[in-house]
């Protein structure tokens, strides 16, 4: 890893602000000009092919043939930030609206041993087009997220990952990308929204004869078919609370048609892993604590904060202590220090007043 870089990702991990140049810079002592921090940041562009050549020891240390491979989609929201082609609106399905920041799209690896991103896309809106509703401008990009979803696993194929499934949500779950995974010789497990139709026989797809998939019960043997895919699939539902006590469904699909329900639920919950990466890039990472302004640095910051991630991922498997523990003990030991430094201003100590008046009371 190139010297500045590494020195730029430790930064981000140790920092609890805004992660600059010149807070670096001063952090060196000023050996390190924060003239040459901004050029670095701003000398190439760092590339999913470069986070994998960071990735690498650590895959090979954690590489297993049943490992899964997360595609999920994120925004790194930045209200305050002038946009451009990166810095861009994007619509939080989480959160119904739009919001700005950059919006990036995650290959995550995960086995028991421990995960790591293997790949990423960032969405660029570098057209300009003319909302017909509201006539207004506005930024759109040329390639959709579910080319991005495609060309990450393809990327992860051609790279030798070592995976059986393929996990996402239902953002994902067109027929389009179920046969892609299919033809890479993967398989996956894919929730379905509420109003997709599946045939209960090949013989019913054929007739056309579609049900809405809240009317099926799915037994252990439940084979369903969807228009546009031309293999079965095992066909299950989870029912669950969420944080507010409501219930929901959960159906999900999955090419591996051996199986069962209870193996499927099993093997989609670790697609939660890829959730907890994403607030760990925020929390941990300084993600969100960049002031730069230009797309080549932005997404730069972006790259290092990447190589965070598999830094603290190396990290926490040495010691046996998650991220937010990690990142806990960094912060606690950092106050500690600033407190002796203290100490060396001999601050005026508030002890004998206190005791004084805990005489008179």
């Given at each position: 890893m190139n010297a500045l870089l590494d020195l730029y990702v430790d930064y981000l991990i140790c920092s609890?602000?805004?992660?600059?140049?010149?807070?670096?810079?001063?952090?060196?002592?000023?050996?390190?000009?924060?003239?040459?921090?901004?050029?670095?940041?701003?000398?190439?562009d760092f590339t999913a092919s470069d986070l994998w050549q960071v990735a690498k020891p650590l895959y090979k240390d954690i590489e297993d043939e049943n490992g899964v491979l997360a595609i999920d989609d994120s925004i790194e929201e930045k209200p305050y930030t002038d946009e451009n082609e990166l810095m861009a609106w994007h619509f939080d399905h989480t959160k119904g609206r739009s919001v700005k920041g950059i919006?990036?799209?995650t290959a995550f690896y995960e086995t028991?041993?421990?995960?790591?991103?293997?790949?990423?896309e960032l969405v660029r809106k570098t057209k300009i087009v003319v909302n017909k509703k509201t006539g207004k401008k506005q930024r759109k990009s040329p390639v959709t997220k579910q080319a991005y979803y495609r060309n990450l696993i393809q990327k992860a194929v051609e790279n030798?990952?070592?995976?059986?499934?393929?996990?996402?949500?239902?953002?994902?779950s067109s027929s389009e990308n179920m046969n892609f995974v299919k033809k890479q010789n993967k398989e996956?497990?894919?929730?379905?929204?509420?109003?997709?139709?599946?045939?209960?026989?090949?013989?019913?797809?054929?007739?056309?004869?579609?049900?809405?998939?809240?009317?099926?019960?799915?037994?252990?043997?439940?084979?369903?078919?969807?228009?546009?895919?031309?293999?079965?699939?095992?066909?299950?539902r989870q029912v669950f609370k969420n944080g507010g006590g409501v219930t929901g469904i959960l159906y999900l699909v999955s090419s591996d048609i051996e199986l069962t329900n209870e193996q499927i639920l099993t093997?989609?919950?670790?697609?939660?892993?890829?959730?907890?990466?994403?607030?760990?890039?925020?929390?941990?990472?300084?993600?969100?604590?960049?002031?730069?302004?230009?797309?080549?640095?932005?997404?730069?910051?972006?790259?290092?904060?990447?190589?965070?991630?598999?830094?603290?991922?190396?990290?926490?498997?040495?010691?046996k202590h998650n991220h937010f523990a990690l990142k806990c003990k960094i912060y606690t030991e950092a106050l500690k220090k600033a407190m002796n430094e203290l100490k060396i201003f001999h601050a005026p100590s508030f002890l004998q007043i206190e005791?004084?008046?805990?005489?008179?009371a």
């Open positions: 609890t602000s805004y992660t600059t140049a010149t807070g670096l810079s001063r952090l060196t002592n000023n050996k390190i000009t924060h003239d040459k921090i901004t050029r670095f940041l701003n000398s190439k919006n990036f799209v028991r041993k421990g995960s790591m991103p293997v790949g990423y030798n990952v070592d995976f059986k499934y393929v996990l996402n949500d239902s953002w994902f996956f497990i894919m929730p379905l929204k509420r109003n997709r139709k599946i045939a209960l026989s090949k013989q019913d797809k054929a007739l056309g004869k579609f049900v809405g998939i809240d009317s099926v019960r799915p037994g252990e043997n439940a084979q369903v078919w969807l228009e546009g895919v031309d293999f079965p699939l095992r066909f299950t093997i989609y919950k670790r697609r939660w892993k890829v959730e907890t990466y994403h607030q760990s890039l925020k929390s941990n990472i300084s993600l969100e604590k960049s002031p730069a302004k230009k797309p080549r640095t932005q997404a730069n910051h972006f790259f290092a904060s990447l190589c965070g991630y598999i830094r603290l991922e190396c990290i926490s498997r040495m010691t005791d004084r008046e805990l005489v008179h």
